[in-house]
Structures are given as structure tokens and as C-alpha cells.
């Protein structure tokens, strides 16, 4: 072990230069125009996992964007672990907003900003680079590994679920390590025992035929953007989801989830500080990280409409958008979901006007796994060792859609081991990681295949 860890010691200013050549890659899964580059950031990643070592490596398509796979079996009788990440990204919008160019990994103020370096690049990498480590060291890992990055996360893994069923047989593992994800906060370690499930639909409030002159036709015509306003008004009560139905599936949070939440130093002052929000807002009765991580929520992404230029013009708009996303828990359906909000909107637009409902992306269910499971305590062991204390049990309040599906189609638990933090402007401008974090994260992953080849996971 003490010669892998020296490898990955001595190799660290190259892997940094190969993070810069990652980061350069514009892998934004959402935009046709790059469709190009998301391909060649999974050709990069396929590039480099040959180079790591003996692992067969291949690409699988799909109807959109490829996936990666790979694939060691030299540690006969120890466990399959699987590992997981993404190389598609955010858009880098708005671009007057950061402060170096969003492809060019910078490093300033001990940080590294670039689009993607924290989700989920940096952290997707550590493991390739750990297997390396092993063979450059002329040590074996101690698991036997397979690898899956895909390039459509950012978009709900819209492909991934029917590859991961069509090649069940390859994937077949005892534990999933998860690369995305990410801890709570920089100054500890934490382990994530869950992520919610996501829906998403938008709709469109069409009034006349065309924009209008709003002196010539106001009062006498219904604005769209008003009537959007008062149906996206209409979607809550003092916090709480007003859709009819909404909470029928939600359980209460468990016992130990609760005990977790209470162990945990938050200073919510400081964190609406350090957001630049005057206060919180959510749920009733439920504190500020319970409604985040634990509970399910309804938030509108978009609303637009009418003229958007310098100065006015003054216009009655024929048409206004709104964009919705639920964030869902355990026994939330989203198609379920969707219907009843769906419902909602239909019953409070106004007769003045037109509604158009679209649903987004696929849904993807919430996900938890017990802190109790042999796999989390073998990361937890881990953390512990590389960080000197132990992580703390948090969950997560965004979505990683693939999980559920290894759950249902490979019968396994998925461990979140990412070593992104929650603070570095993920999905903003000015996305940044942290070196030490990248040394640390090497470690880890070099760790943790040693402890759970002693594990039976």
C-alpha cells in the first residue's frame, strides 16, 4: 500500500495536468451544438483508462451520447466493485459572470475553477488514477473493478437505465462507488446515505395571437405573464406544496436519519450568509437541512415572457414560460407526481387564457441506503483514516438518477464517494475544487479497495 500511495504522491502534478485537459473538453451534454465534444470527452476518458492498465475498455453506444466502460478481473475471490461517474457538464452560462474562462483550468486563491472540475470531473478521475497507481507500483488492486462513466447525467441519465438492463450481465458486481455526489461542507468528512428522486414539466400561458400594444390593449385582454404569476402563486401555501396530493406517499423521516440531522454542527445563519439570502424559507415544522435532504419540494427553474431588452417596450406578450422541478422522496413516484401537478395547473389557469403543459426529462426515483451497510462502513473506515476523524451521515439534496437502477437491476447498494464539497459553485459560475481535496480523494480510492476486499459487501 505504502508504494501505491507513493505512486500517487509523486504523479500528482501530472494528474493535474491531465484534469486541465478534461476540463478543456465543452462536455455539455444539453446543447446539440456539442454534441461533438461530448464525444470526445468520453473518448478521452476511454483513452485514459487504457492507459491506466490492463483493463479492457469499450464504448456503448446510445441514442445519444456514448457511455464507457471498463473492465479488470485479476483479484480472484475478492469482491466486484463498480465505479461510476459522468463526463458530460453544465452549461458554462452566464459567461460574463466568471471571473477566467469557464474551459481553462485556473488555478487561484489555492482553488481550480473550470466548468465540470467538481461535478464531476476531478472526482471521476481519482479512480482511474488509483488503479493506475496500483500497476505503476507493481501491486494489483485488491477488487476486481469495473468502470462506467456515462455522458448524459446532466440531461437524467436518459439512455443509462436501458444500457444498464441490457448489460446486466457485465456490470454484475457486489457494491456500486459513486463518483458524483459530493460532502456536505470542506471542513469535515461525510458519508451520503441519500438522494432525492426528480420531475420535471413546463408550461405555457398563451394569450393573443401575437404580442400587443399594451396602452391600445390592456385591460381588455388577459396578460399571459399575469396569469402564469398567479399559477405559479397558487403552487404554494406559506411553504408548503399546495398541489392536492402531493404529500400522500411522504413518510415521516426515519428515527435514525433524525438522530443524524441532530448530531450535526449547522450554523444556519452562517450558511444564508454565505449564500447572500436575508432569511429561510420552506415546510413548516421541519428544520432548515431536513428540508433540503428529507423531505420533497416543488421550485419553479424559469419564467419568462414578453420583451427582455434595454429600456421598455411596451407590450402585452402573446405568450410567458415556466419551468418546474420536483424534488421527490422515498415511495414518490414521478410519473404519479406529475399527474397531480399537472391536475393543479389545469384547474387554476385562468378561462382568459390558453395552457400548454410539456413534462421534461425522464424522472428519477429518490434513493437511500442504510449507514449501516458494510460498504458504507468500509468508506466510513476510509475517511476516517485519511481525514483523521470520522465523516459525518448527511444526505443529499439533489438527484443522481442512475442509482435506483443498479439498486432494481443489479440488487446493490451505491456508496456516494465523491470528494466535491457542496460550496464550489456547482452548476454556477466560477465552479472551482479543491487541490487538497484531490489528494485526499487518491488516497481514499486506493483505501477503499483495500478495505472492502476484506469485506464481504
Same mark, same amino acid.
Given at each position: ?5 507513493? +505512486? ?43 492507459? &491506466? ?16 466502460? $471498463?473492465?479488470?478481473?485479476? &483479484?480472484?475471490?475478492? @469482491? +466486484? ?26 488555478? !487561484? ?6 466548468? $465540470? ?15 493506475? &497507481? /496500483? ?29 444498464? #438492463? ?36 413546463? /408550461?405555457?400561458? !398563451?394569450?393573443? #395571437? ?66 447572500? &439570502? @436575508?432569511?429561510?424559507? $420552506?415546510?413548516? $415544522? ?8 428529507? !423531505? ?71 434513493? #437511500? ?35 435506483? +437502477? ?14 466535491? +464539497? ?15 481535496? /484531490? ?16 469485506? !464481504?459487501?
Amino acid at each position: 500500500m505504502n508504494a501505491v500511495l507513493k +505512486t500517487l504522491a509523486e504523479n500528482e502534478s501530472r494528474y493535474l495536468r491531465e484534469l486541465a485537459e478534461f476540463v478543456a473538453i465543452p462536455s455539455v451534454s444539453t446543447d446539440p451544438a456539442h454534441a461533438a465534444d461530448v464525444r470526445r470527452a468520453a473518448d478521452w476518458v476511454a483513452a485514459r483508462l487504457r492507459k &491506466a492498465g490492463p483493463i479492457e475498455v469499450e464504448t456503448w453506444e446510445t441514442p445519444r451520447h456514448p457511455a464507457i466502460f $471498463g473492465r479488470w478481473n485479476g &483479484a480472484s475471490g475478492a @469482491p +466486484t466493485v463498480l465505479i461510476y461517474g459522468h463526463v458530460d457538464v453544465q452549461p458554462a452560462e452566464p459567461l460574463e459572470l466568471w471571473h477566467s474562462p469557464p474551459f481553462v483550468l485556473t488555478e !487561484r486563491n489555492g482553488r481550480l475553477y473550470g466548468r $465540470g472540475v467538481s461535478d464531476d470531473k476531478a472526482s471521476m478521475l481519482q479512480p482511474i488514477l488509483a488503479a493506475e &497507481a /496500483f500497476f505503476l507500483s507493481g501491486e494489483k488492486p485488491p477488487v476486481n473493478l469495473r468502470f462506467l462513466f456515462e455522458a448524459e447525467e446532466e440531461i437524467g441519465s436518459v439512455d443509462l437505465p436501458d444500457l444498464v #438492463r441490457a448489460r446486466r450481465d457485465a456490470l454484475a458486481c457486489d457494491v456500486v462507488l459513486s463518483a458524483d455526489g459530493g460532502m456536505w461542507r470542506p471542513e469535515v468528512p461525510s458519508i451520503t446515505v441519500s438522494s432525492r428522486g426528480l420531475a420535471a414539466l413546463s /408550461f405555457t400561458v !398563451r394569450g393573443p #395571437r401575437h404580442d400587443l400594444h399594451s396602452g391600445r390593449h390592456g385591460g381588455g385582454v388577459a396578460n399571459p405573464l399575469h396569469a402564469a404569476a398567479e399559477i405559479v402563486a397558487s403552487l404554494h401555501d406559506d411553504g408548503r406544496v399546495a398541489v392536492e396530493g402531493f404529500y400522500d406517499d411522504v413518510e415521516e423521516i426515519e428515527p435514525a436519519l433524525s438522530k443524524a440531522l441532530e448530531r450535526l454542527t449547522f450554523d444556519e445563519h452562517k450558511y444564508l450568509a454565505e449564500i447572500g &439570502a @436575508p432569511a429561510g424559507f $420552506g415546510e413548516p $415544522g421541519y428544520g432548515m437541512l431536513a428540508r433540503q435532504w428529507y !423531505r420533497p419540494t416543488l421550485e419553479v427553474n424559469g419564467f419568462y415572457g414578453g420583451y427582455q431588452g434595454p429600456g421598455s417596450k411596451t407590450v402585452l406578450p402573446t405568450e410567458a414560460h415556466v419551468k418546474l422541478t420536483c424534488r421527490l422522496v422515498p415511495n414518490q413516484r414521478s410519473d404519479d407526481v406529475l399527474a397531480k401537478v399537472r391536475r393543479h395547473l389545469e384547474l387554476r389557469c385562468p378561462p382568459s387564457v390558453n395552457l400548454t403543459i410539456e413534462e421534461g426529462h425522464e424522472g428519477a426515483q429518490a434513493y #437511500r441506503v442504510s449507514p449501516d451497510s458494510p460498504a458504507v462502513r468500509a468508506a466510513a473506515e476510509t475517511l476516517t483514516e485519511v481525514f483523521g476523524v470520522p465523516p459525518e451521515i448527511v444526505g443529499m439534496g439533489g438527484t443522481v438518477p442512475i442509482v435506483t +437502477t443498479f439498486r432494481d437491476v443489479l440488487g446493490v447498494d451505491t456508496v456516494f464517494f465523491s470528494f466535491s +464539497t457542496a460550496d464550489e459553485n456547482i452548476h454556477a459560475p466560477n465552479e472551482f475544487y479543491r487541490p487538497e481535496r /484531490f489528494r485526499l480523494g487518491l488516497q481514499a480510492w486506493a483505501r477503499v479497495w483495500r478495505r472492502l476486499s476484506g469485506e !464481504r459487501v
